[in-house]
């Protein structure tokens, strides 16, 4: 079985303050991990992943995550917050290479408001 | 590539009533997947198909929802006499088979409320 949780429903930070959204996962297999966004009245999109390849990924629109194994994380930062990054955010995890059906399973979601 | 295309966007329905909801994946891609997302919560996995085979159906999926692929293109979820419990956001995403372990592409999802 696999389940992420994600701290903290709701962050706030100041426009050119560093965002970070936390992510911590339990998965008894090598976990795939993703973080997608999500604005209101649209569906998901992709930040980006961690495939068990290296560690730290590089997504979209200046984000970027870090796997940890040691602290079972995978949290999400960026630098230098925008307004525009203000949306729900959104940590999901897979059985990665030993699931066929690739099915995500999705934490509870984090809504980040970035203020003037 | 037009991408994911869900409809409608909105669905309000009365108690009772049976609805269908319609998906257009990313055309040639042979994963088509159906999540349901609740208010407040983060989406959950309901079925997935392989080109027009149904290769899993979470429990969450009871007898009043079925889902099909007929041609392998494009999905449908039809729910029967509804329940307010079934207002939520029916999210489908599609994906290359071969590539569904790297994150797939979402639709922007087909709200249904449940008056």
């Known amino acids: 079985a696999q389940s992420v949780t994600q701290l903290g429903s709701h962050v706030s930070v100041s426009e050119g303050a560093l965002v970070l959204l936390r992510c911590n996962y339990s998965?008894?297999?090598?976990?795939?991990l993703f973080w997608y966004v999500q604005y209101p009245n649209q569906g998901l999109q992709l930040l980006l992943k961690?495939?068990?390849?290296?560690?730290l990924v590089k997504g979209i629109n200046g984000f970027e995550a870090e796997f940890k194994k040691s602290e079972t994380s995978f949290h999400l930062t960026k630098p230098s917050a925008h307004m525009s990054d203000a949306a729900e955010y959104f940590c999901a995890v897979s059985p990665g290479a030993a699931g066929t059906a690739s099915k995500l399973t999705f934490g509870t979601g984090t809504r980040l408001q970035v203020t003037l | 590539d037009t991408g994911v295309s869900q409809d409608p966007r909105h669905k309000i329905t009365k108690r009772g009533q049976n609805v269908t909801f319609r998906c257009d994946p990313i055309?040639?891609?042979?994963?088509l997947y159906w999540y349901r997302q609740t208010l407040g919560q983060g989406p959950e996995f309901l079925t997935y198909?392989?080109?027009?085979?149904?290769?899993?159906k979470s429990r969450l999926l009871s007898d009043r929802f079925s889902a099909e692929r007929p041609k392998g293109s494009f999905s449908t979820l039809e729910i029967q006499r509804t329940e307010q419990g079934d207002s939520a956001m029916y999210l489908c995403a599609s994906s290359f088979e071969s590539t569904a372990n790297y994150g797939y592409t979402f639709g922007s999802g087909t709200r249904l409320t449940v008056v």
């Open positions: 055309s040639e891609h042979n994963r």
């Open positions: 998965s008894s297999v090598p976990p795939y």
């Open positions: 961690y495939t068990s390849a290296a560690t």
């Open positions: 198909f392989q080109n027009e085979a149904q290769l899993e």
